[in-house]
């Protein structure tokens, strides 16, 4: 089953119908290689839907688990959950907003396995935001 179908069927399967905007955000969101802040996907949506729908339509996938927020600050940005992309760790640059993405190192992966276990846990879901400055906008060394 490809990312569309599946989406397709979580909505189905939760009593919602497959609508031109729901599906149009989804492929947005699919593509965008990056977390998006609202604003950007409201303006790639502008003319398919609009803010309104944009805002329903993030809020439904949040509460489906087909989209995610990544807090960075009080601010936030949304990207697809875990469902259709491979589990990975954001480094976000507090000078430019840079969004690098990060692939598990399995040795990280497994040492949060051993300390939820140790707390008596089994981990469905993690996320990691390191926030710091990219190599742009490192100050000089001195
Ligand atoms: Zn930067
Ligand atoms: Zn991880």
Redesign the pocket.
Known sequence: MNGMEQFKKILQDNGHSVTRSRSYIFELLASAGEPWPMHRLINAAAGKADRVSVYRTVELFEKLGIAQRINIGWKYKIELSEAFLD???HMTCLACGRVVTVK?EPQ??TM?ARLAGTNGFIVKS?Q?EIQGHCNSCQPDAI
Request: proline share 0%; aromatic share 12%.
């Open positions: 589990h990975h760790h598990d990280f992966e949060i993690h990691l």
